[in-house]
């Protein structure tokens, strides 16, 4: 069995403006989305990709500040373009289309 993952997403800045927030809950996702979340975070090292980010300054950057919670493990940290992490692009993707 899968543990249970809730992710958090708020972007902000950007040239258009565009804030958006999104929450997914694996425990309330029918089941393909779920574990297509989970598997997101599993490809995820979140505690080498926290080390390497920080938050910019910029207010014309795109800014995401992500929380995730997997396993009993929780982990939070914002990351700006053009410097996010290759390996949070796919999390990153999927939060925002399930946004809308």
């Not at 972007?11 to 997914?24: I, K, M, P, T």
């Not at 490809?43 to 919670?69: C, H, K, M, P």
């Not at 982990?75 to 290759?86: D, I, L, N, Y």
Request: with cysteine; net charge positive.
């Amino acid at each position: 069995m899968t543990p249970r993952v809730r992710a958090e997403l708020r972007r902000s800045g950007g040239f258009a403006g565009r804030s958006l927030r999104v929450v997914l809950d694996s425990a309330t996702l029918p089941r393909d989305q779920a574990a297509q979340l989970a598997r997101l975070v599993e490809q995820i090292d979140l505690n080498r990709v926290g080390a390497g980010i920080g938050a910019a300054s910029q207010a014309d950057l795109t800014r995401y500040q992500l929380a995730v919670e997997y396993g009993g493990r929780h982990w939070r940290g914002t990351v700006a373009e053009p410097c996010v992490p290759t390996e949070l692009r796919p999390l990153l993707k999927f939060l925002t289309g399930a946004a809308g």
